[in-house]
């Protein structure tokens, strides 16, 4: 069984940045395609970033310049950093491996 706890998330201003962690027990993610989607009231969940088996990155174009994944191999841990946030990027985010998906962390940006 895989479980997938995320973690960094809360209030920030406008322009401000948070980094969100996913860690993984159950399995060695090392190697893993992992993904961030989010959730904002009232919509889809939609994607934000991906990270490939080979560590290549992939974005929304709304993130693009502003979002990076990344990942600890060490740590079996996946990372958002997230700057020049905007109201918009308010969401609940949830980090997915395969059917697996994780609990969720709030971010309320504030204009």
């Known amino acids: 069984q895989v479980q997938l706890v995320e973690s960094g998330g809360g209030l920030v201003q406008a322009g401000g940045s948070l980094r969100l962690s996913c860690t993984a027990s159950?399995?060695?993610?090392?190697?893993?395609?992992m993904e961030w989607f989010r959730q904002a009231p009232g919509k889809e969940r939609d994607l934000v970033a991906g990270?490939?088996?080979?560590?290549?990155?992939y974005y929304a174009d709304s993130v693009k310049g502003r979002f990076t994944i990344s990942r600890d191999k060490v740590k079996n841990t996946v990372y958002l950093q997230m700057n020049m946030l905007k109201p918009e990027d308010t969401a609940v985010y949830y980090c997915?491996?395969?059917?697996?998906w994780g609990q969720g962390t709030q971010v309320t940006v504030s204009s």
């Open positions: 159950g399995r060695t993610i090392t190697n893993a395609v």
């Open positions: 997915r491996y395969n059917v697996y």
């Open positions: 990270i490939s088996w080979s560590d290549s990155t």
